[in-house]
């Protein structure tokens, strides 16, 4: 399994963003174990900065799944976002 991270409009990277993310997103891992490759992306919106998003995209052997969230919060975006693939994925399976 490959996960990266990507930052936009972010100058640094964020460790405890990314250690919170492989967190929430473990359970989603091991209930679907056929997801080869995820990509996460942080972004703050240059017009508003309390709007944080992130965006996660998962590679399986049919298909890519992306969804994406924002939030005043990055941990709640990433929440967020990890509950609609969770239902996205369930839906499909």
């Given at each position: ?40 992306f942080f972004k ?24 994406y969230s924002n939030e ?22």
């Amino acid at each position: 399994m490959h996960i990266t991270f990507d930052y936009i409009n972010i100058e640094n990277t964020n460790a405890q963003l990314e250690k919170f993310s492989l967190i929430k997103l473990q359970h989603l891992l091991i209930k679907y174990p056929f997801v080869k490759k995820t990509d996460i992306f942080f972004k703050i919106d240059t017009d508003n900065l309390n709007e944080k998003y992130c965006g996660i995209r998962i590679s399986t052997p049919a298909s890519r799944i992306l969804a994406y969230s924002n939030e005043n919060e990055f941990e709640a975006a990433i929440y967020k976002t990890i509950n609609k693939l969770d239902i996205i994925l369930t839906s499909a399976c």
